[in-house]
């Protein structure tokens, strides 16, 4: 034994209740010692690290796991740290920061998250606190195939700087292809606060058992499909799918709320099509990430071929050399709106090179869908409900990436995915708080999930679902499980929105506004909104009949009835999974 036993105890005694910096000032002034010649080594005072504060504001979760990868590697550093929702964050409490971290996302024409939504009015407001003792760095995520891309990134980084902080590093303007550069920013900031070698930034987030997070976009679990169902009838104008899928031995935990991400592959007969039509071949060799795929392999599995954007359009234009491709004409505004790759390639062909044109391409992300099952009940298993997207434009019928590909499985076929943790839906705490939930379509899918984990933990009551599909007979999804769960007692109210079966169009919104005073009632006895559908239309209707329903029935100006609910946002009475 190295020390003995009087030895052993002192360490110990030693090593109790210390701090993480004392620690690593222990661990160096004891190599000092073993170092120095003399048998005694020049003590310096611990380093000085600063207090830094980590704000976080997400929508699908992506920024929510780079600000908590910062945090960990911060922590592992010894660096005093914290991490904060904007939800949850006054902008008054800025007076008292020295080091700020800002990870947001954009979702949309520019929005901000709905986490965002209060702090970032604050701080833009004009009674926003001076910042001229702060530091600061902005990582912004967004989409840039849409014009505001990463929107709420920079005017966070432009409203900080007007108020008087200083930037540690330049604001990172962060793609759908984002992990590159969280990784790169987390490191650069590492060093500036620790002025020590960055180190790796693999450790896991604490949202969710740590085996979830092991699967990732570019690690996926491959996942057993059990079982397809239709869940619409004949005579429907669509199908709409339920896929249950096997996640024994992965380790994955989830939450009702949370959200799967499925990888697909691309249409092969829209790849063969591509192919023909740029006059490749389709065993031609290319390189993605030091990695050899057939061009044909490439396109199937690894690149977006179906969507493309203006900065796209650049690229190709310059890429081509077509100096007289004007990305401002209708003709490519029709194309980059209701076209694909394909679209484009035919009416502007050029020559390129396999990998020239792997080089121009997006690689092709997941697809996110609410989770529609329980653990408590089905514990090795993850479901999902999925709308075949199909349509014509510009004279061709498109097709879903992912909800077609799914489609053409049967089961046995295996499902690449991984988990991604939604906080910003999720149960109360409190299991007799009353719940309203809005879903239209495919948007029921969560609820499901929360009625089934209130039913497993013998939670009866308390909750209100508003449902809106086409025609009763052909589109009500799980209407067997919303008639087990209402004769139980689990599911409280039911109100039905079918807009085709008579010559009004019938929403949710118009079952809302004909529920106003329960509704009001249920609010002001502390009930929770849920809202889980389509962010432009569905979503936006919804909100504006609870203004309405506040108005007549609160007495409230349409401001007073807005502060009303951005207060519940704030409280998390009012979450929304939106899309």
């Known amino acids: 034994m190295i020390l003995n036993e009087a030895q052993q105890k002192l360490l110990e005694a030693s090593k109790e209740n210390a701090t993480t910096e004392q620690l690593i000032w222990l661990s160096g002034y004891f190599y000092g010692l073993a170092n120095d010649k003399n048998g005694g080594a020049q003590i310096s005072a611990p380093k ?53 971290m800002i990870v947001a996302s954009t979702y949309g024409d520019g929005e901000a998250p709905d986490e965002a939504l209060a702090f970032y009015n604050a701080i833009m407001g004009d009674k926003a606190p001076k910042l001229d003792h702060l530091s600061f760095a902005v990582f912004g995520l967004g989409d840039s195939s849409y014009d505001l891309y990463c929107q709420t990134g920079i005017d966070f980084d432009k409203r900080f700087a007007e108020l008087g902080a200083s930037r540690l590093l330049d604001r990172v303007n962060a793609d759908v292809e984002f992990e590159e550069d969280a990784e790169k920013w987390i490191n650069e900031l590492s060093e500036i606060l620790t002025h020590t070698e960055s180190q790796a930034t693999d450790s896991t987030t604490s949202n969710t058992a740590s085996a979830t997070q092991n699967w990732s976009e570019s690690k996926p679990f491959s996942g057993e499909l059990l079982n397809i169902i239709d869940l619409t009838d004949d005579g429907s104008e669509k199908n709409v799918w339920h896929l249950e899928i096997g996640l024994d031995e992965s380790g994955i935990a989830y939450q009702p709320g949370d959200i799967v991400a499925l990888l697909p592959e691309n249409d092969s007969d829209l790849v063969d099509e591509l192919i023909k039509a740029t006059g490749l071949s389709s065993d031609e060799s290319v390189t993605i990430k030091d990695e050899t795929y057939s061009l044909k392999e490439a396109l199937t599995q690894k690149l977006d071929i179906t969507a493309i954007n203006k900065k796209w359009v ?17 003709e490519v505004k029709e194309i980059i709106e209701g076209g694909d790759l394909l679209d484009f390639i035919q009416a502007y062909p050029a020559k390129l090179t396999a990998q020239a044109l792997v080089d121009l391409l997006r690689p092709l992300r997941s697809r996110q869908y609410s989770i529609a099952s329980s653990q408590a009940v089905y514990d090795d298993e993850v479901h999902v409900t999925v709308k075949q997207v199909e349509y ?25 995915l991984y988990i991604k943790p939604n906080t910003g839906f999720k149960l109360p705490k409190d299991d007799q708080a009353k719940i309203i939930m809005v879903g239209a379509g495919t948007g029921v899918a969560p609820f499901r999930s929360f009625l089934q984990e209130r039913d497993a933990q013998g939670i009866k009551g308390n909750t209100w679902l508003f449902f809106g599909e086409q025609h009763f007979y052909t589109d009500f999804l799980y209407q067997l499980e919303w008639q087990k769960l209402v004769a139980s007692g689990v599911l409280e109210n039911i109100s039905l929105a079918f807009s085709r079966d008579q010559a ?76």
């Open 48 to 100: 000085s690290l600063p207090n830094v504060t980590i704000l976080y504001a997400s929508e699908t979760g992506n920024a929510a796991g780079v600000a908590q990868k910062l945090h960990d590697q911060l922590a592992k550093n010894g660096v005093p740290v914290s991490i904060n929702n904007m939800l949850d964050y006054r902008v008054k409490g800025l007076k008292k920061e020295t080091h700020v």
């Open 314 to 330: 650049e690229s190709y234009a310059n890429q081509t050399k077509q100096i007289d491709l004007d990305v401002t004409s209708n």
């Open 392 to 416: 014509e434009s510009l004279n061709r019928v498109r097709k879903g990436v992912c909800s077609n590909w799914l489609a053409r499985l049967t089961e046995g076929d295996r499902v690449p």
């Open 504 to 579: 009004e169009k019938i929403y949710v919104q118009n079952r809302l506004l004909e529920q106003a005073q329960s509704l009001f009632e249920w609010l002001e006895q502390g009930a929770y909104i849920y809202v889980c559908g389509d962010r432009n239309y569905m979503a936006k209707d919804v909100h504006n009949a609870f203004v309405t329903i506040l108005v007549e029935q609160g007495q409230k100006t349409p401001e007073e009835a807005e502060a009303y609910l951005q207060d519940l946002v704030t409280q998390r009475r009012y979450q929304r999974d939106v899309y």
